[in-house]
């Protein structure tokens, strides 16, 4: 099975096991045995769709700042954990193709495999929610229409991303492009690297 294909059915199987409870302090389920691919994906999906819930509720007019600081808190600690499966993955597709040689010539992407997989996991919760908002019977003709027409859109990029991906990975596969993965150097969550929280600390 392409990487795509097993893309859309574990994001899709994640998407929908969130929502038949629709709660950002859901336990996850991964149906998945650990440190397979099929793991890593499922659980990347889940840390993404919980935090665009949390993302919408810290967008609340009415949240008590109280909420919302514990809310801002989860959201940055989910960037780390996604950053943290961008890599995992990586190291995935690094074991996979270590054995295959670049050809002369060989060129780097500007992207890995995992954050192009990163933006296509996110472009299924786009597609998942702009297709609510199309279903929806209590709003206008307009709201329906341009919800419909942004619905395209995202259809047709989440097509145009799979197969730029399988491109990626095929030429990787025959060595016309090589993987060189930088770990992500996040200084915000670093106590050594942070300002506020190494001078906070003496």
Known sequence: MRITELCENIFSKA?????KYDNVDTPIHNPYAKGSIEYLLYLKNWIDTVQWHLEDII??????????????RRIDASNQERTDMV???D???????????????????TESPAWA??????????????E??????DTSKEHHDSC????????????????????????????????KVYKQMKMYNDPSLNPILYKNAK
């Open 148 to 179: 419909n027409s942004k619905l395209s859109i995202l259809l047709e990029q989440k097509k145009d991303l799979s197969i730029a991906i399988e491109e990626l990975i095929d030429d990787i596969e025959r060595g016309d492009k090589y993987m």
């Open 87 to 89: 890599e995992y993955i």
């Open 91 to 109: 190291s995935y597709f690094l074991q996979k193709y270590s054995e295959i040689k670049p050809n002369p010539g060989a060129k780097i992407n």
């Open 15 to 19: 998407i929908e096991d969130y929502h």
């Open 132 to 137: 609510a908002e199309v279903n929806r019977t």
């Open 59 to 72: 967008r609340d007019p009415e949240i008590v700042p109280e909420t919302a600081l514990k809310i801002k």
């Open 117 to 130: 997989i990163d933006r296509l996991s996110i472009l299924y919760l786009k597609i998942f929610h702009m």
